[in-house]
């Protein structure tokens, strides 16, 4: 696996790339859902990037920048066992040198949900995913359904500006406990671990109770809320029954188009989860 | 001359364009400034592609967008004899399908000089360059010197996001009375135009006494503003000094980096002309 540390070395190494190119941009510190995304690239597509950018855009003032978790080592090697083509990873100077100044927004879509109580984060993912095209070139690129909305922005983003990619989204990866996945949950101790539990038992109750044949959106919320709120130490961040393409309130559940997902802060640590009916 | 109205026609015919490419992005209503464009891309390029679209995003409300001047059967004309290979004309639901909502978005150089008194033109301009150039792929793409600062800003787009293609910048054509070629011109009734011509000549004056070793960039706005008053019927938007990077104000006029720049209002008409101390 080569190691490209400047946008020099991979534009460089893009050159001797003729198949198709998979792509699967990370910020590191890297779980079984990152590599699920990592092995369908690399079963899809003759060489498959993987980058790590802990990327600084996409976080506000205050927020965990500065602590989110690394462990470029572990992240290297297993990447390299896996058989990728290349690691990307540029550091802040070479993504966002001086005078930098071109961002892509998708509006309304990055206004709500997440975007609510992180005005400027999907700003910065659009922004360095774009670039990241660019450079990469990919055919395919890789992005977890954990973050939907980041997905469906991205979609969106694709789609607008005729960008040559096709996105493929792949399902939550979760732990034995039911705990979606998220390089966030190294943030937890164990009593928090517990409580956050809330969140998927009330998103699988609330799955269960559509299942049965409720469609009625504000009742699937109030199941949410209730459950979540029954937890000591959690603050209900959002919880959203919308539909898949412009992330708009529904009223009733559609079968083929409908995002049900919340987001919840214990002690420090926020925390977001959802599950789809239809595609994104 | 291919004519290409959709983007599937256009994507369709790029795959079989395997030379380098040159684009020319333009409103239409063609002059000499634009076809000087065209002819310098029909030299550097195996194949030359030019876009005709008045670019609803980079109008604002009450600006001219409806009576923007247009000829198609007399652009398709010119561009035909003068061997270019497609003229792309796409309509607005084509550019803007129902749902777009992404943009791009260069900060701090889209705010000053023609972004204060147009604030979401520039944004407009990177959206749909952002979009053609994903959909023409071009080597290479040119703009006229006109637009000082569109072509400065479209500059720093393509740094800030690692966009494939190499920027050309050509000399402002001026008509023999010494105004700078633009489609707006086509508004001016004739004594209009008269007035028009304070703003070359206000130019010329300032680079004349530039040339004579004045570097003071206050003297120089002061002998703009005190030619460009000078003209009844004529309102000042702005006077600009500033460096061809970032175009922050300068105090003395830099010999390779300097714009000075100026927009001035005749009636309903709005008119910019600039020269430039080193390149873009």
Known sequence: MKILKTIEDLKRERQTWTGTVGFVPTMGYLHEGHLSLVERSLQDNDDTVVSVFVNPTQFAAGEDLDRYPRDLERDGRLLAEMGVTALFLPDNREVYPEGFSTFVVVEKLSDVLCGRSRPTHFRGVTTVVLKLFQLVRPDRAYFGQKDAQQAII???????????????????????????????????????????????????????????????????????????????????????????????????VLADNTLVAAAIRVGNTRLIDNFILGEI
Do not use: W
Request: glycine share 4%; aromatic share 4%; net charge positive.
């Open 154 to 252: 991205i979609k969106r983003m694709i789609r607008d500006l005729h960008l040559p990619v096709r996105l493929v989204v792949l399902p939550i990866v979760r732990d034995q406990d039911g705990l979606a996945l998220s390089s966030r949950n190294e943030y937890l101790s164990k009593k928090e671990r517990a409580s956050a539990l809330c969140l998927p038992r009330a998103l699988s109750g609330a799955r269960f109770m559509i299942s049965e044949g409720v469609d009625d959106a504000s009742r699937v919320v109030e199941r949410i809320d209730k459950e979540l709120k029954r937890e000591e130490g959690v603050v209900v961040d959002y919880i959203a029954v919308v539909d898949l393409k412009r992330l708009e309130p529904l009223q009733t």
